[in-house]
């Protein structure tokens, strides 16, 4: 994260340190381009039945299994590296990048075009959608939040 004046800055000078172009209508052009060239050399792979790891026929795509590929030592050094870092709540992390960059300022309400009033609740009601857990287990997990509130701030 930087801060926001530095981003400013480099957004005006069209500079951002980003490895796409950051206007959306060429990265959206240059993403159908490399789309339609690829499709083609996937047709003819498909049709001479050389996709690896996968088949097209008239049933549709078929993928076969991924196979491991992850070495077990490499598992056991992972699970260590995991072991020595902090435990930290999805939650607080939500709040504290919300805390940095307004993330939730971003969210106004349709008919209003007000800010959210409960910025804990929005973090909620986006962390429910993200996860796929829904409005209600997401009430029933959270203690002082309800359907209704969520619902609101969802619609």
Not at 14 to 23: E, G, Q, T
Not at 39 to 60: R, V
Not at 68 to 90: C, D, M, N, Q, W
Not at 117 to 130: G, Q
Request: aromatic fraction near 6%; charged fraction near 25%.
């Amino acid at each position: 994260m930087m801060p926001l004046a530095e981003y400013r800055n480099l957004e005006k000078n069209r500079s951002l340190p980003v490895s796409i172009d950051p206007r959306c209508e060429s990265y959206l052009e240059e993403r159908l381009l490399t789309l339609n060239k690829n499709s083609g050399t996937i047709n003819n792979l498909a049709s001479k039945g050389d996709l690896p790891d996968a088949s097209i026929s008239e049933s549709g795509l078929r993928v076969s299994s991924l196979k491991r590929f992850v070495p077990y030592e490499t598992e056991l050094l992972a699970s260590k590296v995991v072991g020595l870092l902090p435990h930290s709540k999805i939650t607080d992390l939500l709040a504290e990048v919300d805390q940095r960059s307004d993330f939730t300022k971003q969210f106004n309400h349709l008919k209003t075009g007000k800010e959210a009033p409960d910025r804990t609740s929005l973090l909620t009601t986006v962390l429910a959608d993200a996860i796929n857990l829904g409005l209600s287990k997401m009430s029933e997990a959270c203690p002082g939040t309800t359907y209704s509130k969520l619902a609101w701030l969802q619609a």
